[in-house]
């Protein structure tokens, strides 16, 4: 069942670079109750995943980006620019974090 979304802030933007998204720390942290210093630390761990997927057709032009942590997730819908247009938390089956290399 999915949670209620929380209101968008006109501030909220995702940086589009030539290696991919950025999203601000304090977005998934807070997304996942998280203090934003840990995030990334949780990201090179594996234990907050993600997934990346473009838009088509009718969704052309946006992206669809999930993030897994526990048994939670959060999906952003943005837009070319980066803006925020839409995010959703909702719950999952917990995912296993990649073994070490």
Do not use: C, N, W
């Amino acid at each position: 069942m999915e949670q209620p979304q929380t209101p968008l802030d006109a501030t909220d933007r995702v940086a589009i670079g030539p290696d991919g998204f950025i999203v601000p720390a304090e977005v998934l942290g807070a997304a996942f109750t998280l203090p934003a210093a840990d995030v990334p630390v949780l990201m090179r761990a594996g234990t907050i995943t993600s997934r990346l997927e473009q838009g088509q057709d009718d969704d052309a032009g946006t992206f669809r980006l999930t993030f897994y942590h526990g048994a939670q997730a959060l999906r952003l819908i943005i837009d070319a620019e980066g803006r925020i247009l839409k995010r959703t938390r909702f719950p999952v089956t917990r995912r296993t974090p990649p073994a070490p290399a």
